[in-house]
């Protein structure tokens, strides 16, 4: 059995040296690949099969399969060296066979960054944006999982946009979308109010308007699963800046954009203060409206907690 003997030898210096261990792999490119059930892949073969083992052990992405220049060109990888007697495009039929594997074992940011290299543009935006989904409302501490997410999501969008992809059109969406909400929540947690706000306003997910709300209703049936999992906290969010201002201009003595004198002026800042509050109130009761006519079924107390700071602002 040479092929046994083969990878029983490599085993004692794969991860030290996957360099040497391509070389010796290689010799087993004419061998067919059994799966787990002990059957023969149809277009697999033994060297394919090693080589992904190899990466993912020996964690040398770069070295082995290349990686992705800022331009968008590719860096060759060793890998690239061995075209002949393998047919056309090996280097991304393993490059996919290693991605493929790389996810199945849940190791997904490697899985990203392997379909990225392997031009497989619709896998990866949807991989990006299910892990995003995930943590896109927890604040950003540095070198933390979001912040590495976010960080390769401005990356491959600005790579994307410079020399185009091939993801549909409502996967890369979503994916620019939950950019600009990861965004908000930035805003939100540093407490710039005012930003977190115009954010809302500019995703236009949910309605800050009465007269918005069947508008925002009907986007929502039109979201992926992926951003609508962030639309519960993207409201407790938005209700709370929404409570926070409305206590600080109750609490003001009078209307800082007055610069009148006099009575009057008192008049006219209280009436603009008045007129503020009711603002806030009018878009308190829209966020609540939304809650309860989206088909979906809101975590926990969140319903309770957003009727909660409502009725303090009434």
Same mark, same amino acid.
């Given at each position: 059995n040479v092929a046994r003997l083969v990878m029983l030898y490599v085993r004692k210096f794969k991860v030290t040296d996957p360099r040497e261990a391509l070389h010796y792999f290689y010799f087993l490119r004419s061998m067919k690949a059994p799966t787990p059930h002990g059957e023969v892949e149809k277009d697999g073969n033994l060297f394919t099969s090693?080589? !992904?083992? @190899?990466?993912?052990? !020996?964690?040398?992405?770069? @070295?082995?399969?290349?990686?992705?220049?800022?331009?968008? !060109?590719?860096?060759?990888?060793?890998?690239?060296?061995?075209?002949?007697? @393998?047919?056309?495009?090996? +280097?991304?039929?393993?490059?996919?066979?290693?991605?493929?594997?790389?996810?199945?074992?849940?190791?997904?940011?490697? +899985?990203?960054?392997?379909?990225?290299?392997?031009?497989?543009?619709?896998? $990866?935006?949807?991989? $990006?944006n299910k892990l995003r989904a995930q943590v896109v409302s927890e604040p950003s501490v540095p070198e933390s999982r979001r912040c590495r997410l976010q960080r390769h999501a401005v990356e491959i969008a600005c790579r994307y946009r410079s020399i185009g992809h091939t993801a549909s059109h409502d996967a890369t969406a979503a994916f620019f979308l939950l950019l600009d909400l990861m965004t908000f929540f930035d805003a939100?947690?540093?407490?710039?109010?005012?930003?977190?706000?115009?954010?809302? !306003?500019?995703?236009?997910?949910?309605?800050l308007q009465e007269n918005m709300i069947d508008t925002m209703v009907a986007t929502f049936r039109l979201l992926t699963d992926e951003v609508r999992r962030t639309i519960p906290d993207l409201l407790l969010s938005t209700m709370n800046i929404l409570s926070v201002k409305y206590k600080e201009s109750k609490d003001s003595s009078s209307d800082p954009l007055s610069t009148g004198t006099g009575s009057f002026a008192s008049k006219s800042a209280d009436g603009g203060k008045y007129k503020y509050l009711e603002e806030l109130r009018d878009q308190a009761r829209a966020l609540i409206t939304f809650a309860g006519m989206i088909p979906y079924r809101m975590p926990g107390d969140t319903n309770a907690r957003l009727v909660q700071m409502e009725v303090l602002m009434n």
């Open positions: 090693c080589v !992904s083992e @190899l990466v993912l052990e !020996s964690r040398q992405f770069d @070295l082995l399969l290349g990686r992705i220049l800022e331009d968008g !060109s590719k860096a060759p990888g060793l890998i690239d060296k061995f075209g002949g007697g @393998l047919g056309d495009n090996l +280097s991304q039929k393993i490059i996919s066979v290693v991605a493929k594997d790389s996810e199945a074992k849940g190791m997904f940011e490697d +899985s990203i960054r392997l379909y990225d290299l392997a031009n497989n543009h619709e896998k $990866v935006i949807e991989l $990006v939100f947690h540093a407490q710039l109010f005012k930003d977190a706000l115009e954010i809302v !306003s500019k995703v236009q997910i949910i309605p």
